[in-house]
């Protein structure tokens, strides 16, 4: 294997991190939103988000710094790309963790942002 294929490699692996923290970032703040809603007294909803603050600005930082490492290994139009992923991850994410429908027609419209990011990073 050859150096440049390898440097490809962790800048996609990094990438595809920060787009998957960033996307679990978007569903744990809907978490917090709908826990929080839930309680009118402040104290319970200070109890209620004080963990969900910490998840994330984990996750956030993480997602960053992962962002530059995958910055640093390639050129931005090689893997900005990759940020594409975020559409589809939401909503998987949203299914899975919140339980939200996704629709036919929506699926239709991840599938083609699929298609987009593959000939996106086919292009050269």
Do not use: H
């Not at 490492?69 to 994410?93: C, E, F, H, N």
């Not at 996704?102 to 050269?124: C, E, F, H, K, P």
Request: hydrophobic share 55%; net charge positive; with cysteine.
């Amino acid at each position: 294997m050859s150096v440049k294929f390898l440097m490809a490699l962790n800048s996609i692996f990094s990438g595809l991190a920060s787009t998957t923290m960033f996307c679990l970032v978007q569903v744990f703040l809907k978490l917090w939103i709908n826990k929080a809603q839930l309680t009118n007294k402040f104290v319970n909803q200070l109890q209620i988000s004080i963990p969900y603050i910490i998840i994330i600005t984990i996750l956030s930082l993480f997602g960053f710094l992962f962002w530059i490492l995958a910055m640093q290994k390639a050129r931005l139009t090689d893997i900005y790309w990759i940020t594409s992923l975020s559409y589809i991850m939401v909503p998987v994410l949203s299914f899975i963790i919140l339980g939200e429908k996704i629709t036919r027609v929506s699926s239709v419209g991840y599938l083609l942002i699929v298609i987009g990011g593959i000939l996106a990073n086919n292009g050269d």
